[in-house]
């Protein structure tokens, strides 16, 4: 906007302006918004300037506003109006002042639960996007406002603007292709066997690699991928062993035919998923979409993971839901 379009007034002066006719008086006015009689006058006066007009007709008592005056205060108490409202939308960030909520999500809970998810909170959020979780990308979209809400593994929890809430812990299983008739009782056991690893660019990838380093085990590097759906596919033609979790184990149902889901043989190591949001911005709406998660997973998915895990017991962990 140039110099020239810009506004002769701003909203505090049409406040003014508006309770001093209302008042009839510009000492009255003055003390109902708190300021001296000569600075109302002199604001008043500078309105007037920048308008070009007379605004008040100050040689009768109590003050009139003139013709001009009463089509600006007219005017000024729709737009006086429309501007407290939005004050209160911005302040508040009602949820259907959210133009779209922007969720960034893990592909084990999108796969699993995503259009239940959407359903259920379609009915406290009007508009609301679901995007894939890519370790790196989503946290640069997160600090690039780009996504409202980030939902994943070991993500931002030691950055000061950014709240987080547990959502679940699930441990880490063993998936061997069911033709293999053996017995292992330890990681040790499958040295010699070809081992598919989640690449480093995944927090299952990572977390694993760590495990394998503790044991001071070396699995040949000769597949990798960054996706359960790919390590599973490959684990099922009998082309190696992997470890996932029961989560992705669901993801990848349709293809876990001929993939046995065992504990990890003496260990027990286990990964967390939070919700991340940004502190004091989206007022109660993190909660109430950790809310959704939990009610989900503990009703639909928990039931679903002891049927294809039931030796995990307690190890799959659904934190309580609570209101923010």
Not at 36 to 54: C, D, Y
Not at 103 to 126: C, H, N, Q, W, Y
Not at 139 to 164: K, P, Y
Not at 306 to 311: D, G
Request: a positive charge; hydrophobic letters at 45%.
């Amino acid at each position: 906007m140039t110099t020239s379009q810009k506004l002769g007034f701003d909203l505090w002066q049409l406040e003014v302006f508006r309770t001093v006719v209302a008042t009839g008086s510009l000492t009255k006015g003055a003390r109902q918004v708190g300021l001296t009689q000569s600075a109302v006058s002199q604001l008043v006066a500078n309105l007037e300037k920048a308008i070009g007009v007379a605004l008040l007709d100050r040689d009768i008592r109590p003050v009139q506003a003139t013709t001009a005056g009463r089509l600006l205060m007219e005017k000024a108490h729709d737009l006086l109006e429309q501007a407290r409202q939005l004050e209160t939308a911005v302040r508040s960030t009602a949820r259907h002042a959210i133009p779209t909520l922007r969720i960034s999500m893990i592909a084990s809970l999108t796969t699993t639960l995503g259009p239940d998810f959407v359903r259920e909170l379609g009915k406290s959020v009007k508009r609301c996007a679901l995007f894939a979780n890519l370790r790196g990308v989503s946290e640069q979209q997160f600090h690039a406002r780009e996504i409202d809400v980030l939902i994943g593994v070991d993500l931002l929890r030691e950055v000061d603007a950014a709240i987080s809430i547990p959502l679940l812990t699930e441990p880490y299983a063993l998936a061997l292709p069911a033709e293999w008739d053996i017995d292992v009782r330890s990681l040790a056991d499958l040295k010699g066997r070809n081992f598919i690893r989640h690449t480093h660019r995944t927090s299952a990838g990572r977390q694993v690699e760590q495990v394998i380093r503790q044991l001071r085990l070396e699995f040949p590097r000769e597949f990798e991928s960054d996706t359960a759906d790919t390590i599973a596919t490959m684990v099922s033609a009998g082309l190696g062993w992997s470890i996932t979790t029961p989560l992705m184990a669901l993801q990848t149902k349709d293809r876990m035919t001929g993939v046995r889901l065992l504990p990890l043989p003496g260990i027990k190591v286990r990964r967390r998923i939070d919700l991340y949001a940004r502190k004091s911005e989206l007022g109660t709406i993190p909660h109430e979409v950790a809310h959704v998660l939990h009610v989900l997973l503990r009703d639909q998915i928990a039931p679903r993971l002891h049927a294809i895990a039931p030796w995990m017991g307690d190890q799959f962990h659904v934190f309580k839901p609570r209101r923010g």
